[in-house]
């Protein structure tokens, strides 16, 4: 019967798998070569399934503008995608703890290490004034392990990493500040993450910045980031942008663009002003990004370009008169909106990320809080909630998708995303479940999937091996305590990273 089946003509298999689910095209798609050569050659097979739309691209693009190929592909992580989320919470394939005390690094809770960064294999991280990049490769079976210095002294820093295009090289920036000699500088290390090169210190760029206010004392968060080949420093006063490879530079100073007088986007204030600068991966633009929102759409996105004509550097740049400043009023991108009441809101912004149809998008998470009135006796009541906003970079059009979920006042101190600068939604920094059962842990992050606001949910992850480790992490005695780690998941590797206080546990799901 089966040879007699796949003797028929493609336009009559094809015609049996009208109207079936997307999920059960995948998994015709296994039985045999013969049917997988068929769906993966003609896109009829699942654009004519009964819940085609769950592989919509963002803003209403049809599956109709993927190849063959990359809809079957798409298919099949949808699938995987949806298993995951109606299997949760997932559980552990392996589990593997690092001391820190096996990389030379003595533990101290009242400094744990930060600035953290993961992809795949490599985990990334500073204590102190060094960094650390570690390559782990089926747990414990492959680990290597290279740190160097950052720059000396008690320095304040703010760490940017990009993995190269083929994910041989890591780019790290470092934006220092001594608060008490006044010093800034900025460095850009290249290093080799990949055999044979695995350690190796391919250039160092350092230069030494004019002296800006301790953000921890003004209340003001500066920030770094970094795209080949160039890096730029965000600071309550200006940014500066760096061409690392070419020894070049500029500051400018940014002035709100819907006013008549020069207002500047630059302040002291923690909830107004540039906080964060964005590269796109590969066109020659930045987004500047407003973090903070009080119910008056003043969280905003603005784009300006790179500049062409930097001037040259040396190495001490520390005086403002050294640089050439120029000043600009970026162009706005669309003011999104929320929903329908004003409440306010912090947004974090991913980066860009790159479709299976090659476009790009540019991708931020937030959360906000809005009023809302209860009964007399209890006044007024808080609501969080957790969204997402994705822009089309074509026409900046965007769209709005909120998760099914609230957060309390304690669930929202420890929700922070993060994206690789090419993978918007790749790194998380989850939230953890505040319930514990039974000495279960949990945790879960929000899974956007492509952007169509079809499969955007949770994911809960099972955590175990923490009684295990028992001796390891003796200071958390208490859950609450264990939250105030570092914790991230890669889900391109299905690895979580937990940072306790005398090492790392790295789980496969």
Same mark, same amino acid.
């Given at each position: 019967?089966?040879?007699?089946?796949?003797?028929?003509?493609?336009?009559?298999?094809?015609?049996? !798998?009208?109207?079936?689910?997307?999920?059960?095209?995948?998994?015709?798609?296994?039985?045999?070569?013969?049917?997988?050569?068929?769906?993966?050659?003609?896109?009829?097979?699942?654009? %004519?399934?009964?819940?085609?739309? /769950?592989?919509? !691209?963002?803003? %209403?693009?049809?599956?109709?503008?993927?190849?063959?190929?990359?809809?079957?592909?798409?298919?099949?992580?949808?699938?995987?995608?949806?298993?995951?989320?109606?299997?949760?919470?997932?559980?552990?394939?392996?589990?593997?703890?690092?001391?820190?005390?096996?990389?030379?690094?003595?533990?101290?809770?009242?400094?744990? +290490?930060?600035?953290?960064?993961? $992809?795949?294999?490599?985990?990334?991280?500073?204590?102190?004034?060094?960094?650390?990049?570690?390559?782990?490769?089926? !747990?414990?079976?492959?680990?290597?392990?290279? %740190?160097?210095?950052?720059?000396?002294?008690?320095?304040?820093?703010?760490?940017?990493?990009?993995?190269?295009?083929?994910?041989?090289?890591?780019?790290?920036?470092?934006?220092?500040?001594?608060?008490?000699?006044?010093?800034?500088? !900025?460095?850009?290390?290249?290093?080799?993450?990949?055999?044979?090169?695995f350690g190796v210190t391919f250039s160092v760029f350092q230069i030494e910045l004019p002296a800006v206010e301790s953000p921890w004392e003004s209340g003001f968060s500066n920030s770094v980031s970094v795209r080949d080949p160039y890096a730029v420093a965000v600071t309550c006063m200006d940014c500066t942008v760096v061409n690392w490879k070419r020894?070049? #530079?500029?500051?400018?100073?940014?002035?709100? +663009?819907?006013?008549? $007088?020069?207002? +500047?986007?630059?302040?002291?204030?923690?909830?107004?002003?540039?906080?964060?600068?964005?590269?796109?991966?590969?066109?020659?633009?930045?987004?500047?990004?407003?973090?903070?929102?009080?119910?008056?759409?003043?969280?905003?996105? &603005?784009?300006?370009?790179?500049?062409?004509?930097?001037?040259?550097?040396?190495?001490?740049?520390? %005086?403002?008169?050294?640089?050439?400043?120029?000043?600009?009023?970026? $162009?706005?991108?669309?003011?999104?909106?929320?929903?329908?009441?004003?409440?306010?809101?912090?947004?974090? +912004?991913?980066? &860009?990320?790159? *479709?299976?149809?090659?476009?790009?998008?540019?991708?931020?998470?937030?959360? #906000? /809080?809005?009023?809302?009135?209860?009964?007399?006796?209890?006044?007024?009541?808080?609501?969080?909630?957790?969204?997402?906003?994705?822009?089309?970079?074509?026409?900046?059009?965007?769209? /709005?998708?909120?998760?099914?979920?609230? *957060?309390?006042?304690?669930?929202?101190?420890?929700?922070?995303?993060?994206?690789?600068?090419?993978?918007?939604?790749?790194?998380?920094?989850?939230?953890?479940?505040?319930?514990?059962?039974?000495?279960?842990?949990?945790?879960?992050?929000?899974?956007?999937?492509? #952007?169509? #606001?079809?499969?955007?949910?949770?994911?809960?992850?099972?955590?175990?091996?923490?009684?295990?480790?028992?001796?390891?992490?003796?200071?958390?005695?208490?859950?609450?305590?264990?939250?105030?780690?570092?914790a991230a998941f890669d889900t391109a590797s299905g690895s979580l990273y937990l940072c306790l206080p005398r090492g790392i546990l790295i789980f496969r799901y």
């Amino acid at each position: 019967m089966a040879v007699q089946l796949l003797s028929l003509p493609p336009e009559l298999l094809l015609k049996f !798998l009208e109207g079936v689910s997307v999920e059960d095209v995948v998994r015709v798609a296994q039985t045999c070569s013969s049917l997988r050569s068929l769906t993966t050659s003609y896109k009829s097979s699942l654009c %004519d399934t009964s819940n085609w739309h /769950t592989l919509q !691209l963002p803003f %209403d693009r049809h599956p109709n503008a993927l190849s063959s190929e990359l809809l079957h592909s798409r298919a099949v992580e949808s699938t995987k995608t949806a298993s995951h989320i109606a299997n949760s919470p997932l559980g552990v394939r392996g589990c593997f703890y690092l001391p820190f005390s096996d990389v030379g690094l003595d533990d101290d809770p009242s400094d744990p +290490p930060t600035n953290f960064f993961v $992809h795949g294999n490599i985990i990334a991280f500073r204590s102190q004034s060094k960094l650390f990049v570690i390559r782990v490769s089926d !747990l414990e079976i492959d680990r290597r392990t290279i %740190d160097f210095p950052l720059q000396m002294g008690d320095l304040r820093y703010h760490i940017a990493y990009q993995l190269s295009e083929d994910q041989s090289m890591l780019y790290v920036a470092s934006y220092a500040y001594h608060p008490k000699q006044k010093i800034s500088s !900025l460095q850009v290390r290249e290093i080799g993450v990949s055999d044979p090169a695995f350690g190796v210190t391919f250039s160092v760029f350092q230069i030494e910045l004019p002296a800006v206010e301790s953000p921890w004392e003004s209340g003001f968060s500066n920030s770094v980031s970094v795209r080949d080949p160039y890096a730029v420093a965000v600071t309550c006063m200006d940014c500066t942008v760096v061409n690392w490879k070419r020894g070049t #530079g500029i500051k400018f100073l940014f002035f709100e +663009p819907a006013e008549e $007088h020069l207002v +500047p986007l630059h302040t002291n204030y923690l909830t107004s002003g540039i906080t964060s600068v964005q590269f796109h991966p590969v066109d020659s633009y930045m987004i500047l990004s407003r973090t903070y929102s009080h119910g008056q759409g003043n969280a905003k996105f &603005f784009s300006v370009d790179i500049p062409a004509n930097m001037a040259p550097l040396t190495r001490d740049m520390s %005086d403002d008169s050294f640089w050439i400043m120029r000043y600009l009023r970026p $162009h706005p991108l669309p003011s999104f909106t929320a929903t329908a009441d004003d409440f306010n809101y912090r947004i974090f +912004p991913k980066g &860009f990320r790159r *479709l299976p149809d090659s476009t790009w998008v540019f991708e931020a998470v937030a959360y #906000g /809080t809005s009023n809302m009135e209860g009964p007399l006796e209890q006044g007024i009541v808080e609501e969080n909630r957790v969204f997402q906003v994705l822009y089309n970079v074509a026409d900046w059009t965007y769209q /709005t998708h909120f998760l099914n979920v609230k *957060l309390s006042e304690q669930e929202r101190e420890f929700f922070y995303p993060m994206g690789n600068y090419k993978e918007g939604g790749q790194v998380i920094f989850p939230l953890l479940d505040l319930t514990r059962e039974e000495g279960d842990y949990h945790i879960i992050f929000p899974e956007f999937g492509n #952007g169509s #606001g079809c499969d955007v949910g949770w994911v809960k992850l099972k955590v175990e091996g923490l009684l295990e480790n028992k001796d390891s992490i003796e200071e958390v005695s208490y859950i609450e305590t264990w939250k105030a780690f570092f914790a991230a998941f890669d889900t391109a590797s299905g690895s979580l990273y937990l940072c306790l206080p005398r090492g790392i546990l790295i789980f496969r799901y």
